[in-house]
């Protein structure tokens, strides 16, 4: 195995750090371990799914929660986005 060094850490991060080790029963080398470990297994698995534009990566979370909306919620709810985009909102006041 080798070592790491990091240098000029600022302090509040390795406090942060710090506490995260206490709080999961581990030592501050350990925690920095286990944190570089998932934070490099996230990339791989970023870099093997798919890319979603928003309204792909929003219906997959209605998906998942199993709370899509009927075809009538939809349409109702695509009205109520169309009368707000009509809404002028609140009028300019008038200036003397």
């Known amino acids: ?8 850490m600022p302090d509040a991060l390795k406090a942060d750090l710090a506490k995260k080790a206490e709080q999961n029963g581990r030592s501050l080398s350990e925690e920095a371990k286990a944190r570089l470990r998932k ?6 698995n970023a870099e093997t799914r798919p890319r ?37 909102g609140r009028p300019v006041p008038e200036f003397e």
């Open 1 to 8: 195995m080798s070592d790491l060094l990091i240098r000029n």
């Open 39 to 44: 934070s490099l297994l996230e990339d791989a």
């Open 52 to 88: 979603q534009n928003a309204y792909d990566a929003i219906r997959s979370i209605f998906i998942e929660a199993d709370a899509l909306m009927s075809d009538e919620e939809h349409a109702e709810f695509m009205r109520a986005i169309e009368d707000g985009r009509r809404d002028t």
